[in-house]
């Protein structure tokens, strides 16, 4: 009913910079929070950050003035610009969206996830 299909990451060195996108589709009434969350290996899944429908914003610490969430909500798109890349930002990229569908459901939805490597 509902899916959230992830733009392609990929490798970019120390330094750079990346936009991930993130479109919902399905039987949507409406979303509420879209986020980000990422899975490096051997570490547990974190929220990145997140975005409320009336553009309020929260990010992980360690990447607050590198990232900037954003979101179209005609679109049903959020998007993560993210700069000034570390080695350490390397992980699986996770969309996620709590959406209300036209049957009255509502749930929390995922992304098929996106690899991002930042390597030189």
């Known amino acids: 009913q509902v899916q959230l299909v992830e733009s392609e990451g990929g490798l970019v060195q120390p330094g750079g910079s990346l936009r991930l996108s993130c479109a919902a589709s399905g039987s949507i009434f409406s979303i509420n929070v879209m986020g980000w969350y990422r899975r490096a290996p051997g570490k547990e899944r974190e929220l990145v950050a997140d975005?409320?429908?009336?553009?309020?914003?929260n990010y992980l610490d360690s990447v607050k003035g590198r990232f900037t969430i954003s979101r179209d909500n005609a679109q049903k798109t959020v998007y993560l610009q993210m700069n000034s890349l570390k080695p350490e930002d390397t992980a699986v990229y996770y969309c996620?969206?709590?959406?209300?569908?036209?049957?009255?459901?509502?749930?929390?939805?995922w992304g098929q996830g996106t690899q991002v490597t930042v390597s030189s």
């Open positions: 975005i409320t429908s009336g553009g309020n914003t």
């Open positions: 996620n969206a709590y959406i209300q569908l036209y049957n009255g459901v509502t749930g929390r939805f």
